[in-house]
């Protein structure tokens, strides 16, 4: 069974970005919940400064999973990537993901890695940083299979990185590892940009789509721009894919209209109950 979710950043650092909620985890769940997601999936600025309490509370409130909770804070905020020439960067970029690890993982939830998994800059080759990635990966695997989830890595698009910008690129990367519980974030704004068929690269990809961002092609809420989403859904069920639809959205023209939008065009695609504009949800 398919399921929704929406975002909630809790990084000021990364205001403006695409994400629905801003204004804490009380009022993110509680609108998240009126409209009937699913479950949230939550951008911490740390693991530490994540209160996982209050967090479990407002869940079990609210009749909220965790999708996933995401790492990319690491590089806003502190600038850690796990291919970045410094031996000892690259080991407090582990560190930082290792903690999210944890936190997500008391609530059998995954993290993700994004814009942690950095490039390739000048005097770094692609060899090199895909090397860095790997070993990344090798270690930060098991500490995710040890809570029962996989670990998420997100292939972005060239825009922001230029290691990994699709999902078959993704699929390579993880080919040979020893740790067979890494899977990809299939986000659709980036595939949009990067795959010559969404539905195509998600059905190539198969099992190892572990989660997807739900997003249109302007990274608006789905609905909102010219992403045929038809086609998506018939991939992600013909490959058998249970997990979240996840909106990573730009909250516009607000944060209500864009999970509302989302909401809506989730039901229309997935669970067939469209519901006429401005309807209360009901849970």
Same mark, same amino acid.
């Given at each position: 069974?398919?399921?929704?979710?929406?975002?909630?950043?809790? #990084?000021?650092?990364?205001?403006?970005? !695409?994400?629905? /909620?801003?204004?804490?985890?009380?009022?993110?769940?509680?609108?998240?919940?009126?409209?009937?997601?699913?479950? #949230? $999936?939550?951008?911490?600025?740390?693991?530490?400064?994540?209160?996982?309490?209050?967090?479990?509370?407002?869940?079990?409130?609210?009749?909220?999973?965790?999708?996933?909770?995401?790492? *990319?804070?690491?590089?806003?905020?502190?600038?850690?990537?796990?291919?970045?020439?410094?031996?000892?960067?690259?080991?407090?970029?582990?560190?930082?993901?290792?903690? =999210?690890?944890?936190?997500?993982?008391?609530?059998?939830?995954?993290?993700?890695? *994004?814009?942690?998994?950095?490039?390739?800059?000048?005097?770094?080759?692609? $060899?090199?940083?895909?090397?860095?990635?790997?070993?990344?990966?090798?270690?930060?695997?098991?500490?995710?299979?040890?809570?029962?989830?996989?670990?998420?890595?997100?292939?972005?698009?060239? /825009?922001?990185?230029?290691?990994?910008?699709?999902?078959?690129?993704?699929?390579?990367?993880?080919?040979?590892?020893?740790?067979?519980?890494?899977?990809?974030?299939?986000?659709?704004?980036?595939?949009? =940009?990067? $795959?010559?068929?969404?539905?195509?690269?998600?059905?190539?990809?198969?099992?190892? #789509?572990?989660?997807?961002?739900?997003?249109?092609?302007?990274?608006?809420?789905?609905?909102?721009?010219?992403?045929?989403?038809?086609?998506?859904?018939?991939?992600?069920?013909?490959?058998? /894919?249970?997990?979240?639809?996840?909106?990573?959205?730009? !909250?516009?023209?607000?944060?209500?209209?864009?999970?509302?939008?989302?909401?809506?065009?989730?039901?229309?695609?997935?669970?067939?109950?469209?519901?006429?504009?401005?309807? !209360?949800?009901?849970?």
């Amino acid at each position: 069974m398919i399921r929704s979710a929406v975002t909630i950043s809790l #990084v000021p650092e990364a205001h403006g970005g !695409p994400f629905v /909620y801003w204004d804490g985890l009380e009022a993110g769940c509680a609108q998240a919940a009126a409209l009937g997601f699913d479950a #949230v $999936e939550v951008f911490p600025r740390s693991a530490q400064e994540l209160d996982a309490r209050r967090l479990h509370q407002l869940l079990a409130q609210h009749r909220l999973k965790l999708a996933a909770v995401g790492t *990319g804070a690491g590089w806003v905020v502190h600038k850690l990537r796990v291919t970045y020439p410094d031996a000892m960067i690259r080991a407090r970029a582990r560190d930082f993901i290792a903690a =999210i690890i944890d936190v997500a993982g008391r609530f059998r939830a995954p993290a993700i890695i *994004g814009s942690m998994q950095g490039r390739c800059d000048e005097g770094v080759s692609r $060899e090199e940083a895909t090397g860095w990635l790997r070993e990344a990966l090798e270690e930060l695997g098991p500490r995710a299979q040890a809570h029962g989830v996989p670990l998420l890595l997100e292939p972005l698009n060239r /825009y922001e990185s230029n290691l990994l910008n699709t999902l078959a690129e993704g699929a390579a990367l993880l080919e040979p590892l020893q740790t067979r519980n890494v899977r990809l974030l299939c986000d659709l704004f980036h595939m949009n =940009i990067e $795959e010559v068929n969404l539905a195509e690269a998600l059905r190539a990809a198969g099992p190892l #789509v572990g989660h997807v961002h739900f997003a249109d092609n302007n990274r608006r809420a789905i609905g909102l721009g010219h992403t045929d989403v038809a086609p998506v859904i018939s991939a992600l069920r013909d490959i058998g /894919y249970k997990g979240y639809l996840s909106a990573e959205v730009l !909250p516009l023209p607000d944060s209500d209209a864009a999970a509302r939008q989302t909401i809506q065009s989730f039901r229309r695609w997935v669970s067939g109950k469209a519901e006429p504009k401005g309807a !209360p949800a009901k849970r």
